[in-house]
């Protein structure tokens, strides 16, 4: 058990539907990350939130959009969804900026039909 | 930009058996590097990290890695194999500054009897 938990576990949606992921992060950490692993890959970062911002962004259109929140949890939202969404979103919480060891999530499997 | 290769997709080892499993990465600066392990439809879990000084890392579950900077490598081992092993097992690559990582593609480990 890594303290990093994220809801739900499982989800379906229909493409060009919206679709908002959360993650709460380990205890007392403020850094949050989140990655995208598609079947059969490895996962790759989508964008970081430190301290509520925005920290950093892979490759990934705006249409893939953040939040942090005071407590320092975290959504992930995906806008007209695409085929190509479906994929395993993982959350990743770390104990500071620059503190590279990363403790993740059970993920999030998004199935878009 | 950084990058890690995993070359091996798969990997079969009988039970009690040795195992190494390789990762190469690309980095311009001094790499954090660690190997995560996915078992089917889970998170990721941290075997090791390696940060600075012994080039030679223990992790969880008796494996360990080796930081070879000349080779670019960080390759993990297991002297003898069980059955739980099996398991996708990922290398990955960070900074400072970032607390980001990169990943390869993952490589998937069966035993045998």
């Known amino acids: ?113 | 930009a950084q990058s890690v290769t995993q070359p091996d997709i798969h990997i079969t080892v009988s039970e009690g058996a040795s195992l190494e499993l390789r990762c190469n990465y690309s980095y311009g600066a001094t790499p954090y590097l660690f190997w995560y392990v996915q078992s089917p439809g889970q998170g990721l879990q941290l075997l090791l990290k390696y940060f600075s000084g012994d080039t030679l890392v223990q992790g969880i579950k008796g494996f360990e890695a080796e930081f070879k900077r000349s080779q670019s490598s960080f390759n993990l081992r297991k002297p003898s194999v069980h059955w739980s092993d099996a398991a996708e097992y990922f290398c990955a690559v960070g900074g400072t500054g970032y607390s980001t990582l990169t990943f390869g593609k993952g490589t998937m480990l069966l035993v045998s009897p």
């Open chain 1, 1 to 113: 058990e890594t303290g990093v938990t994220q809801s739900p576990t499982h989800l379906i949606k229909t493409r060009g539907q919206q679709v908002t992921l959360r993650c709460s992060s380990q205890s007392g950490h403020n850094t949050v990350s989140w990655y995208q692993q598609a079947l059969g890959q490895g996962p790759q970062f989508i964008f970081q939130y430190y301290r509520e911002e925005e920290n950093g962004r892979g490759n990934f259109p705006p249409r893939f959009s953040g939040l942090q929140f005071p407590n320092y949890s975290s959504e992930l939202n995906v806008n007209a969804l695409e085929l190509d969404d479906s994929a395993l979103y993982l959350c990743a919480s770390s104990g500071k900026q620059g503190n590279t060891e990363a403790f993740f999530g059970q993920g999030t499997r998004l199935t878009v039909v």
